[in-house]
């Protein structure tokens, strides 16, 4: 897992730093992305302690508008999912507002952050269980690598904060002070 972390970190900065085209990127009204990675998830409660992190699945699907050529707002949907005991499937989600900024009109690059809702569900039997929703965060970093004037892979990194609260089955409390933080490295497609 770290040796996954290091070359994907090391992707997103060396993508970074590449050399700027010599025209400014086509960044203008609607914009669409949808991508594909891996997570690493740590979550705590009231009696939760020393906890190992999950590896899973992390899929997410944003779109907004172009303010300008360096700024976008958007709505994004982050989702982790993992297959645990009995094959009983976790989800964690994360419904945002998100603002994401490219420090130069020529490069790829850029940072976002986002707040909104996080939820938690869990899949039994072909039954969903809704186990309870709260506040909150995502922030990351990443590049546009065009393959054409409207359309780049978007290589990424981010990370998300949730804070469901008390999780519940109808009336009963399962755990109470639920939180869980998110370390994902993505792999997209934008149309820009």
């Known amino acids: 897992m770290l040796r996954q972390i290091i070359v994907s970190s090391t992707f997103v900065m060396l993508a970074a730093g590449l050399p700027a085209a010599a025209q400014a990127q086509a960044r203008e009204g609607f914009w669409i992305g949808a991508g594909v990675g891996y ?12 906890q190992d992190r999950e590896s899973g699945s992390t899929g997410y699907l944003r779109g907004g508008w172009t303010l300008n050529q360096r700024t976008l707002v ?3 949907f982050d989702l ?3 297959t645990v005991e009995n094959d009983v499937e976790l989800n964690l989600y994360n419904l945002t507002g998100s603002l994401t900024f490219y420090p130069s009109v020529t490069s790829g690059f850029f940072v976002k952050a986002g707040a909104g809702i996080s939820t938690i569900d869990s899949q039994v039997d072909n039954a969903t269980l809704e186990l309870g929703k709260g506040f909150g965060l995502t922030t990351g970093a990443g590049y546009d ?3 054409g004037r409207m359309i780049s892979l978007t290589p990424a990194v981010g ?3 949730g804070h469901p609260g008390d999780l519940r089955v109808g009336p009963a409390t399962l755990l109470s002070n639920w939180h869980q933080d998110l370390f994902e490295f993505t792999i997209g497609i934008t149309f820009h």
Do not use: A, H
Request: proline share 0%.
């Open 145 to 147: 690598i065009r393959l």
């Open 39 to 50: 997570g690493s998830v740590g979550v705590g409660c009231d009696v939760c302690s020393g």
């Open 74 to 76: 958007g709505i994004d």
């Open 80 to 82: 982790w999912s993992k």
């Open 159 to 161: 990370y998300w904060y």
